[in-house]
Every structure is written in C-alpha cells, then in structure tokens.
C-alpha cells in the first residue's frame, strides 16, 4: 500500500453468530453480488487492506461469469480504447471516462497476475489462453480467500434497516432467517435481468426505486429478434448460420454472423443494432433489416456472375458457384423474394445486396444476453456512489449502460467494479 496514504481504519474480526432472526454482523465493507463487478470490487478493496465481505444469493459465486464462458470466455477486446469506449452508445462518453481508469489493458494485466495468460483472436477478441472461465474463476477466488475476503452464499439482499443496515434472507439450509449487516461502506453489484437462474433477476428495483433513485425499465439487449418462418425453410435451414453478411437499420450497421431460430433471427451481427431495433420496434411495431449476404462484392459484380450460363445446375448450385452463396442464403432468398426475381441477375444481385427481412419483436428478457436499462447514471458520482445515499456504491449491470457482444459486456463489469472499490477505499479514508 502507498506509504504516503492515510493509514485506513482496521475494525476488529466481524463476529460470526449462529445466523437466525434479528442477528446482525459489521464489516468494513459489504459488497452485495458474488458476479464480475462485486468480487472485483472486493479485490481491490481487500488489496488496500480493508475488511471485505461478499454476501451472494445463489449457492455459489461467479454464476452467470461461468455462463459466459461457454464456448470460450471474451474477457474484452483489443481494439484502440476510442473504438472501444464508442461501442457502450449513449453511455460511451462516461464509460470512456472509467476506461481511462481501468483499461482492456488492465483487464489483461490483472488475469495475468492470476497466472491466466490471455490471447487476442483473429477478430481481435481477448481470451484466457486456455478458453475457459472455471480456470480464472478458480484461481481469483484463491487469491481472494488469501487477501482474507469472505464470501457469504445464499445470501439474498432485501434492503435497508431503518437505520440504513443491510438486510438479508438467509436460505442455507440452517434456520435460515434474517440477517442484518452494518457497514461504513457498501458495494452493490446485483446485476441486470438477463439469466435470472444465474442470480440477476433485478429483484432489487423496488428496493432502489424506494429510495428515490431513477431507474430506467429494464428490457432485452444482445437478443434474439423474432420472425415467423414457414415450416419448409425451417426444416432446413433452422440452426444454420448466416456467416460474413453485414446488417443495417437506419445508421445502425453490424457485420458478422446471424444463425437462423425457430422464432426469427439471432447473432451478433443482429446485437450490434440492439438499441436502433429497439427503437423502431417502439415506433412501428416491426423493423425491417437490410441483409448484405455478400458485402465484399458489388451489385454489379453480382449480376455479371449471376448472368452466366446456369446450364443443368439448380439455382442452388448457380449461386454458390457464381456468387459463393451458401445453401442456407440460397434458402433465405426462395422465402422472403417472389419466384420472379431469381430471373433477373440485377435484381437478384440487387436482393442479395439489400434483402429485406422483418423483426416482429424480441426475444423474452430471460433469455437474452443482456440487458438495457437499470439505475440512471445521473444518479451516481464519478466514484460509482449514489448522491442520495452516501457511502452506497453501484457496478456492473446495475447501471443503465449496454454494449454489444465481443468483450465489452465483461469489461464494463470489471471495470466499473474497479472503480466502485477506489470509491470505496476513498470513501473509508474520509
């Protein structure tokens, strides 16, 4: 710790009574969630010298961070911190500000010193070298447990005392109860409403919205948009992907991959356009997006492919010769154009460039990967703490901010938990 700081305050050890009805602990600092944002957040408090405590509600934490490893864990990206900070939208002049902070470099720097080597892809994506969440997971909750953090599990919160304590429901197995926790400091990272069965239900709402706070409704982002399909395209084309294409709306532009759903569309080429589709879901009641299946080619050169001889082939066979077309677009193009327009090579070549496909409507909030909304940023200081109760810090997805997939999401975790423990660790210093 920096010598030339004030010495922080050290309380003695909490006691830890038999929990039941009524019982009541202090700490230092109560950090409320167990996910990214709250054991960073214990982290760097507990690294000052601070008395930490995480109190979670499921059986175990870092739930929803092992669901977000699936497949491989996207800590954040490489790109240059400008890009980067513009991809969080209306939230992207505040996030840049905390970046500055704490950076994808940091993020790097940090799994590094847990031994986690991290490896940035093809598409600039950054990931553990080895792909999995449980590798990092494991070795941050070791190096918690010896800076002397304790994590409390099935510990709901249920908000305030009268007096302004914590109150939690106790479900272990034992008497269970109530729980009540005084701290001079309180950290809450309880996340947004995406994957409620990883703990981030936004049952806290009512809590906040008690208090005065502004809170902006919670809805879908990083979802899945819905359209019906007709039984015969689906047959085939169901969990087929649509790779390389680049998607519009408006001003709105993603390129990437979408794969075909029973209900619609999803992917992040369709992410991208998160809060755009939202938008004009909310004017129109629908949305049409404009697919570019081939954007690394002009409508001219489309047609002048398209204009050759098709001979005995199929249409199929024509358009994966000529145009490089898989089967699953030569199946999208027979559902949404008319028989007619297979035709004529320019208006082909012109459909492939510009397809029009209609979104009826998003995917439940349950299922998304995200979500938009929570506590207004207006509401918070440049330490994360809410103006309206002193010594309360948010972080995470808490906070009314979103981000496409591809790291994003991870790091603004990350880092707005980081910044929430310097609030903290200044706020005790006070």
């Not at 197995?173 to 409403?193: N, R, Y």
């Not at 496909?357 to 330490?383: C, F, K, Y």
């Not at 999401?409 to 210093?429: K, N, P």
Request: hydrophobic share 45%.
């Amino acid at each position: 710790m920096d010598r030339c700081r004030p010495a922080l305050p050290r309380s003695p050890a909490p006691q830890r009574p038999r929990v039941g009805y009524g019982v009541a602990m202090a700490v230092q600092v109560a950090i409320v969630g167990g996910g990214p944002a709250g054991l960073m957040a214990a982290q760097v408090c507990a690294e000052s010298g601070l008395r930490v405590e995480v109190f979670e509600a499921m059986p175990a934490p870092g739930r929803k961070f092992l669901v977000a490893g699936h497949g491989g864990l996207n800590l954040t990206h490489s790109e240059a911190l400008p890009r980067f900070a513009a991809r969080y939208g209306d939230a992207a002049a505040w996030m840049g500000g905390l970046l500055a902070r704490w950076s994808p470099d940091d993020l790097r720097a940090w799994a590094h010193g847990l031994g986690v080597e991290t490896v940035v892809g093809s598409s600039g994506r950054v990931f553990p070298r080895d792909f999995k969440a449980a590798t990092l997971l494991r070795a941050w909750l070791d190096h918690l447990r010896s800076l002397g953090v304790v994590i409390h599990v099935r510990r709901r919160w249920l908000g305030w005392t009268s007096t302004g304590g914590l109150r939690f429901a106790v479900s272990d197995g034992g008497d269970g109860g109530e729980l009540g926790v005084d701290a001079p400091a309180t950290i809450l990272a309880l996340g947004g409403a995406s994957w409620p069965q990883t703990g981030s239900d936004a049952g806290w709402t009512g809590q906040v919205v008690g208090r005065g706070i502004a809170l902006s409704q919670f809805t879908p982002a990083n979802c899945g948009g819905e359209r019906p399909w007709s039984a015969v395209f689906l047959e085939k084309a169901e969990g087929q992907p649509l790779k390389n294409i680049a998607v519009a709306l408006g001003a709105a532009r993603g390129r990437g991959e979408l794969v075909v759903t029973r209900t619609g569309l999803e992917g992040g080429a369709l992410y991208a356009l998160g809060p755009a589709l939202r938008a004009e879901l909310r004017r129109h009641g629908h949305a049409e997006l404009r697919l570019d299946l081939k954007p690394d080619l002009t409508a001219t050169q489309l047609a002048q492919r398209l204009a050759r001889p098709r001979g005995g082939a199929s249409w199929s066979t024509h358009l994966r010769k000529q145009a490089g077309l898989t089967p699953v677009m030569t199946l999208l193009l027979r559902e949404v154009l008319p028989a007619e327009a297979f035709a004529d090579p320019v208006a082909l070549a012109t459909a492939i460039k510009d397809l029009a496909v209609a979104i009826t409507g998003l995917r439940p909030l349950g299922e998304a990967i995200s979500s938009a909304g929570g506590i207004a940023l207006s509401e918070v200081d440049d330490q994360l703490m809410l103006r309206r109760l002193p010594g309360t810090f948010v972080a995470g997805e808490m906070l009314d901010w979103e981000a496409p997939t591809g790291g994003y999401l991870l790091q603004g975790c990350f880092t707005t938990g980081h910044v929430a423990g310097e609030g903290a660790i200044a706020w005790m210093r006070r």
